[in-house]
């Protein structure tokens, strides 16, 4: 599976938009990349994929770069309950076996 | 629609012993997969199981095991249990690309 690459922490303040980024430079062509997060003592809760085109839901919109070697997961209006650890990850269209890195440390703050 | 069950929720255990874990999937779901997360590690891919198959193993040694039943059930085992295996222990069923974790098991071994 290919690596990724995201910062170790971030700030956001409430109500503002929430802009992870993540870095998958070796990510082949049949790859797809999903965000996760993890509320602290919780398990992982299943954000968001994609293979090539941008994608959103209720919870949040992924912006792919043309050349698929970067990412940027947005949420929109960030409330306290968004304070979780973000993983990105790149993997297989099955999506059974995912490699977690060590993640994003979002702390949304008042 | 029910999520992702396990149980028990917590369990202490001494060197030596051995342990199983439960997960119920979500209803319709085939796929089971778990993963170990310690504070040193992280998040780290056990196996996963299909139609009470395993499909996947990650890189645990053979003390790890598990099966899925007929009804997608799953358990996994920890045989000559060590200190090394305090961990929390998460499962996951799987829907074409998104992974749905239950609350974890949390293993403490003295």
């Known amino acids: 599976d290919a690596k990724t690459t995201q910062p170790p922490s971030m700030d956001c303040a409430e109500g503002r938009a929430a802009n992870l980024p993540c870095n998958h430079s070796?990510?082949?062509?049949?790859?797809?990349v999903y965000w996760y997060r993890q509320i602290h003592s919780q398990g992982p809760q299943y954000i968001i994929h994609?293979?090539?085109n941008n994608e959103t839901n209720e919870m949040a919109s992924l912006i792919i770069t043309e050349d698929r070697k970067s990412s940027t997961l947005i949420l929109p209006h960030a409330t306290l309950r968004d304070t979780a650890v973000y993983y990105c990850?790149?993997?297989?269209?099955?999506?059974?076996?995912?490699?977690f890195g060590t993640g994003t440390r979002l702390q949304v703050t008042l | 629609k029910a999520g992702v069950t396990q149980t028990p929720r917590y369990l202490i255990k001494t060197r030596g012993q051995q342990v199983t874990l439960s997960c119920s999937p979500i209803?319709?779901?085939?796929?089971v997969s778990w993963y170990q997360q310690t504070p040193g590690q992280g998040l780290q891919f056990l196996f996963e199981?299909?139609?009470?198959?395993?499909?996947n193993k990650g890189n645990f040694p053979g003390r790890f095991s598990g099966r899925q039943f007929s009804n997608s059930r799953s358990e996994m085992n920890v045989s000559t249990l060590e200190l090394g295996d305090s961990a929390l222990y998460l499962c996951a069923s799987s829907l074409e690309r998104s992974q749905f974790f239950g609350p974890g098991t949390r293993l403490t071994v003295l």
């Open positions: 994609g293979l090539k």
């Open positions: 209803s319709g779901h085939r796929s």
């Open positions: 070796t990510i082949s062509g049949n790859e797809y």
């Open positions: 990850i790149v993997g297989p269209g099955t999506a059974s076996k995912l490699t």
């Open positions: 199981y299909f139609s009470e198959t395993q499909r």
